[in-house]
């Protein structure tokens, strides 16, 4: 079993920066490829962004683009993830995932292929 631990969460106006952390334990041997996801209130699970295990590539979602930005330390099996230029529709509980397939994929991935963390709550008020 792989475990997931987020922090970094919180509340900050619109305009302002977050950094969340995700560090993982366990069977790390299979943690290759992580991500982030989210989930608004009465809204689905949405993909945001998933990193390589070598970090050498990095994919977005649209919405975020160009205003967060993920990164991982491969030694401290840590996956962090910028948010600058926050805005309220970024408000939400952000979710760690990772997964032995392709990074690539972690946004189409069934939920039940990835393993989760607990989530981080962030709250940006307007």
């Known amino acids: 079993q792989v475990q997931l631990v987020e922090s970094g969460g919180g509340l900050v106006q619109a305009g302002g920066s977050l950094r969340l952390s995700c560090a993982a334990s366990g069977r790390t041997s299979i943690t290759y490829n992580m991500g982030w996801f989210r989930q608004a209130p009465g809204k689905e699970r949405e993909f945001v962004a998933a990193i390589t295990w070598s970090g050498g590539n990095t994919y977005y979602a649209d919405s975020v683009k160009g205003r967060f930005t993920i990164s991982r330390d491969g030694a401290e099996n840590t996956v962090y993830l910028q948010m600058n230029s926050l805005k309220a529709e970024d408000t939400a509980v952000y979710y760690c995932?990772?997964?032995?397939?392709?990074?690539?994929?972690?946004?189409?991935?069934?939920?039940?292929?990835?393993?989760w963390g607990q989530g981080t709550q962030v709250t940006v008020s307007s």
């Open positions: 995932a990772t997964t032995s397939g392709a990074a690539q994929a972690m946004e189409v991935t069934p939920a039940s292929s990835l393993y």
